[in-house]
């Protein structure tokens, strides 16, 4: 089963920047699409985006603008690069993949989409 570990969480500031890391057990990652959520205190999960096994991504409205996702095959590694970061972004972020997908299709945002999970890195935004 394909095993997915996040990093590269922490505390930043408001306005700040962090880009995540989710690393796949194997290079069969490539082949999958890919979907970052997030989950803050007391909240329900929440998507924030996905990338497809060719690179497109799609993204929450909330971050879109702000959130970049992307992949490095070669390293079976996505990344989440979240910019101007807001205290409203604290949440444990999670990678995730769809081992029987390799689109972002329209329920992209559903958590049942998806059936390989992180265990979650958390970010803190707080000045």
């Known amino acids: 089963q394909l095993q997915l570990v996040e990093s590269g969480g922490g505390l930043v500031q408001p306005g700040g920047s962090l880009r995540l890391s989710c690393v796949g057990s194997?290079?069969?990652?490539?082949?999958?699409?890919v979907a970052w959520f997030r989950q803050a205190p007391g909240k329900e999960r929440e998507a924030v985006g996905c990338?497809?096994?060719?690179?497109?991504?799609k993204y929450t409205d909330s971050v879109a603008g702000r959130f970049t996702i992307a992949r490095d095959n070669a390293k079976n590694t996505v990344y989440l690069q979240m910019n101007t970061l807001k205290p409203g972004d604290t949440a444990a972020y999670s990678c995730?993949?769809?081992?029987?997908?390799?689109?972002?299709?329209?329920?992209?945002?559903?958590?049942?989409?998806?059936?390989?999970w992180g265990q979650g890195a958390q970010v803190t935004v707080s000045s």
């Open positions: 995730t993949a769809d081992t029987y997908g390799s689109g972002c299709g329209a329920e992209w945002w559903r958590p049942a989409e998806y059936d390989s």
């Open positions: 990338i497809s096994d060719s690179g497109s991504t």
């Open positions: 194997s290079p069969t990652l490539g082949a999958y699409a």
